[in-house]
């Protein structure tokens, strides 16, 4: 079955950095968008960035010139690479696997806070 397996959150000091990894299994990962999707308390699910097979990118207004998703697909993991983060990136984020630019399976999230 598809699994997504998110890791990398933690706690971060305002301007600090950290990067997100989505272990990806049970389908051919190399074929697929994904995309991360992030929840902030007591918020909303907010699409973050979309990565396809090619390889082409978008990103949230929020998150531009700070955030870099990327995959492997030789090891079927995506990546987020945070920079410059700021309090309200504080959520839980979550990859998902997208079908027809929709999202079919969610990862269970990893939190990231950021404070000082």
């Known amino acids: 079955e598809v699994q997504l397996v998110e890791s990398g959150g933690g706690l971060v000091q305002p301007g600090g950095s950290l990067r997100l990894s989505c272990a990806a299994s049970g389908f051919t990962f190399s074929t697929y968008a994904m995309s991360w999707i992030r929840q902030a308390p007591g918020k909303g699910l907010e699409w973050v960035s979309f990565?396809?097979?090619?390889?082409?990118?978008n990103y949230a207004d929020s998150v531009k010139g700070r955030f870099t998703i990327s995959k492997d697909n030789a090891k079927n993991t995506l990546y987020l690479q945070m920079n410059s983060l700021k309090p309200e990136d504080t959520a839980v984020y979550y990859c998902?696997?997208?079908?027809?630019?929709?999202?079919?399976?969610w990862g269970q999230g990893t939190q990231v806070t950021v404070s000082s």
């Open positions: 990565i396809n097979s090619v390889a082409d990118t």
């Open positions: 998902a696997k997208l079908l027809y630019w929709e999202p079919d399976y």
